[in-house]
């Protein structure tokens, strides 16, 4: 995207102008605490793994923590009592409660991880007043990664929000920035990697997805962008209620954290950011840094992947447009995964009701679905089913 605007060279220029540079001694080294420190988990000891998140030099507990649907700040404080050090939230989390409760949780340990968030903001304003809410809510005056938030296309990133970022670059609000998109399509990592200012990369990515997303991966990483996964755990599933419809579908033990392996033993991903929400979760997440990705997993992945296959969407866009009453199939998709994947119902229906165009039609009205998913999905289906939950 050549332009010869004085914005547009101002963007590309960031990195290469050093914009860190007056703020090198101004932060806190960030690494291995102890790269032979040993955590218990559930009395077995796990070893911490670590890798370098690209060019910014951290080193970052392989797995993560993903906050966005924890509401136990006793769960984040173990985590950082066990060595995980990187924690991942956003403004718009539980209605800007999450940034307040991790930055309680984080406490007096703020400095010794790395604090990633993100702005859903579409405009300056709305990008700088999150910023500032952001640092308030969690009570520290620098955030280590700065994302804008769930885009998909490099026509969702305007030359405005490049700028936003790298001013906060400037003024020491913000370490490195980044994009984080749910997208399946690979399409946006390499214009980020072209367009050469962003430092970081959080893409949905999982065993699920095909050979594209791979490739993508791989060209950031050796391209010196940080990678950190979300999305890992194929739509979750983790907190399917026994006696539930869907238990007995999805009783597969060691999926999980299989998923979680696969993603951690891929040379590109420097950290993930799985969801958790309790102990357990927790303790099963940890053992991912010490095992490695074993045929047995592989196998375990592919009887998973038959078993979501009719429910889980992958996100790859294959199906934009093809609905003939204009319904936002993955989205719609996505925010069902929210409530039955990740037991979040009231999360699934807030992102569902921010869909305006998705309540506008019903699929019950048609006699035949338009979408013929190509992974397998029975899209009328689980449309159906999102508008009986959530309509």
Known sequence: MPSKTSRRNFVSAGLSAGLLAPFAGAYPAIGALNPSQEATSSGAPVKLAYKTLGRTGLKVTTVGFGCMITSDASVIERAVDLGIN???????????????????????????????????????????????????????????????????????????????????????????????????????????????????VLPAYNFSMDAAMDQAIDTAAKAGMGVVAMKVMAGGFRSVKPGSPLAQKFAQPGALLAALKWVVNKPGVATTIPSITDMDQLDENLKAMDQPYSPADAKILAAHLERIRPLYCRMCGQCDSACRNGLPVSDVLRCLTYAEGYGQFALGRERYLELASARSARCADCASCTVNCPHGVHVARRMARAQELFA
């Open 86 to 200: 990187c924690f991942d939230t956003a403004r718009g989390y539980q209605h800007g409660n999450n940034e307040r409760m991790v930055g309680a949780a984080l406490g007096a340990k703020r400095k010794q991880v790395v604090l990633s968030t993100k702005t859903h903001a579409l405009d300056k304003a709305g990008m700088l007043q999150d910023l500032d809410q952001s640092l308030h809510e969690l009570n520290t005056d620098y955030i280590d990664i700065w994302y804008l938030h769930g885009r998909s296309s490099p026509a969702d990133i305007t030359d405005d929000m490049i700028e936003v970022q790298q001013n906060a670059k400037q003024q020491g609000k913000v370490r490195f920035i980044g994009v984080s998109t749910h997208s399946g399509q690979p399409q946006l990592i390499p214009w980020m990697v072209q367009k050469g200012v962003f430092d970081v």
